[in-house]
């Protein structure tokens, strides 16, 4: 059964460095996005991406973070200066549209330092 | 402001009984709810999805039913096992924006079952 990967499952960065968190989504889905969740707390959302741009974004995705899809697989978040505050678990997920259900990877725990 | 909640106390039940949990959410007009598990550690896991015109769905040992007018969703699990202990969240599908759509979660109600 297809399912969404995620790299690294872990990652510890020093604050104001910058992470790169890899997602490669489910083949034939059309929307991908990134949500963390504190440790906890609720899984929050931060960003959607459709047809190669940001479709919607939280409070939370503010000039620190960026997204991208590089190439035909794989889908990016991105944060230029990392703060104690961004250490939470990220999840992507992907969607075939946006009536269906979203399938979730198994996260990339950030802890920053 | 948009609101979710589910049971914030942890729900612990005997194997083979039903399980039940609630999401009530106010403020919304979702046009359909999902209801994830969720491991400790791990990511979610869709388990099932209902629509504004869908009063009840099932699969398997799994039903879930929206009522759109007392905004509420019940999720049961019957014949319950210790492989259902888990948390489960509660997910509401934001406003549509044209090219993509966003899920808010509840915190989630942890339930254990116990043999």
């Known amino acids: 059964e297809p399912e969404v990967t995620q790299t690294p499952s872990h990652q510890v960065t020093q604050m104001g460095q910058e992470v790169i968190l890899r997602c490669v989504p489910i083949s034939n889905h059309l929307y991908f996005y990134w949500y963390r969740q504190i440790l906890g707390q609720k899984v929050e959302f931060l960003v959607s991406?459709?047809?190669?741009?940001?479709?919607?974004k939280s409070e939370i995705f503010d000039d620190q973070f960026s997204v991208e899809r590089p190439d035909g697989s794989n889908f990016t978040l991105k944060i230029r200066s990392t703060k104690l505050e961004d250490s939470a678990m990220y999840f992507c997920?992907?969607?075939?549209?946006?009536?269906?259900?979203?399938?979730f990877g198994p996260g990339t725990r950030l802890t920053v330092l | 402001s948009q609101k979710i909640e589910q049971n914030s106390e942890a729900l612990n039940i005997q194997e083979g009984k039903t399980a039940t949990l609630t999401c009530n959410y106010t403020n919304y007009s979702p046009a359909y709810l999902q209801w994830y598990r969720q491991d400790p550690g791990r990511g979610p896991v869709f388990l099932l999805l209902?629509?504004?015109?869908?009063k009840e769905k099932r699969k398997e040992r799994l039903k879930v039913t929206f009522d759109t007018t007392l905004k509420q969703s019940l999720f049961h699990i019957t014949a319950s096992q210790p492989a259902d202990s888990a948390t489960y969240l509660c997910?509401?599908?934001?406003?549509?924006?044209?090219?993509?759509?966003?899920?808010?979660f509840g915190t989630g109600t942890q339930l254990k079952v116990e043999l």
């Open positions: 997910a509401l599908e934001g406003q549509l924006t044209g090219g993509g759509n966003k899920l808010t």
């Open positions: 209902i629509r504004e015109n869908e």
């Open positions: 991406f459709y047809n190669n741009e940001i479709s919607e």
């Open positions: 997920a992907s969607s075939r549209d946006i009536y269906n259900e979203q399938f």
